[in-house]
């Protein structure tokens, strides 16, 4: 089918085996806009599959692999495939598995790749060293819209953050709920979105 531009397989255990038909089947599609395989029981070899996919793809602009046990091997292969991508604005990694190590993987896709505009990391035990390696990769990105709820971050992380978020000019949306970012560093975000030109949206709900 030439003319597909949307497929969704969330929710269905289609596993490797299927993402592999599925990747395979898609390798001459070249409308496809938005790919989501959310909770479909894949692994770093479903993802493996994924990238190939990115490789031959270049109008894919939404991916969402969300409640994937890709862990880190498999952030690391996406990441090398979205460095030579031009078309991805959106990606969503959330409950994923994902530690420090996915992080720098994803710092690695903020700084290489032009295009990627909202990032969705919701649920990964990142921690401070974490968001640390993303915070510095944002001074010259294209993020509009980040993500990182539930994240393991405390005040350390938000310390950083919010430095970044005073010198960055794209983030127009920021999510930071249920992190142990104390007052403190709530504080610290917020000042920094005030003088901050471009974001609309901050969220620390806890």
């Not at 599959?49 to 890709?70: A, C, E, F, G, R």
């Not at 091997?73 to 420090?100: F, P, Q, W, Y």
């Amino acid at each position: 089918n030439h003319t597909l531009q949307v497929l969704s397989m969330s929710n269905n255990p289609i596993s490797d085996v299927g993402m592999a038909l599925i990747s395979e089947a898609l390798n001459h599609n070249t409308f496809l806009t938005d790919l989501r395989v959310v909770k479909c029981g894949l692994s770093v070899k479903g993802v493996v599959y994924i990238s190939q996919l990115l490789n031959v793809n270049h109008t894919l602009q939404v991916l969402d692999m969300s409640d994937n046990p890709i862990n880190d091997d498999g952030m690391a292969v996406i990441s090398e495939a979205l460095k030579h991508n031009t078309s991805l604005t959106e990606l969503s990694v959330m409950r994923c598995e994902l530690s420090v190590k996915g992080a720098i993987s994803i710092s690695e896709v903020i700084m290489g790749n032009s295009s990627l505009e909202e990032l969705w990391m919701f649920g990964n035990e990142i921690g401070d060293d974490g968001i640390c390696a993303i915070a510095g990769a944002l001074v010259n990105s294209k993020i509009s819209e980040l993500n990182v709820s539930c994240c393991g971050i405390t005040l350390t992380g938000a310390r950083v953050l919010a430095a970044a978020l005073s010198s960055n000019r794209t983030i127009r949306e920021l999510h930071l709920w249920n992190n142990l970012i104390t007052v403190e560093g709530a504080l610290l975000i917020v000042k920094a979105a005030v003088h901050n030109t471009v974001c609309q949206v901050v969220e620390l709900e806890r």
